[in-house]
């Protein structure tokens, strides 16, 4: 049987990758990508935590449920900032990101 310790060494090696993602990608779009999927390790969590933990109350599936929607609008928000980026400067690297320097 899968036990709650199977579930947690999951989201472990997801939040994992994510964060390997995060760090060595220039690409503004596999960053995105990179974030959802630590958000992604996050719900395992919460979810598994919910079924062995807590009898009965969908706390943990609520929480789920609530970070999808901020990814969500996260993914949009990120979206949109990088398509207007790319139609300036014609690239999604994030070296080239500085419109912001001095």
Do not use: C, P
Request: glycine share 6%.
């Amino acid at each position: 049987m899968i036990g709650l310790s199977h579930y947690l060494i999951f989201s472990t090696v997801l939040f994992g990758i994510g964060i390997f993602g995060m760090l060595s990608r220039r690409n503004a779009i596999a960053v995105l990508m990179s974030v959802e999927l630590m958000l992604n390790a996050v719900n395992v969590n919460f979810v598994a935590i919910n079924r062995f933990v807590t009898s009965g109350q969908a706390a943990g599936q609520l929480f789920s449920i609530f970070v999808i929607v901020v990814a969500a609008a996260e993914v949009s928000v990120g979206l949109a900032l990088i398509i207007s980026i790319y139609r300036h400067r014609k690239s999604v690297d994030l070296n080239n990101f500085d419109l912001l320097k001095w």
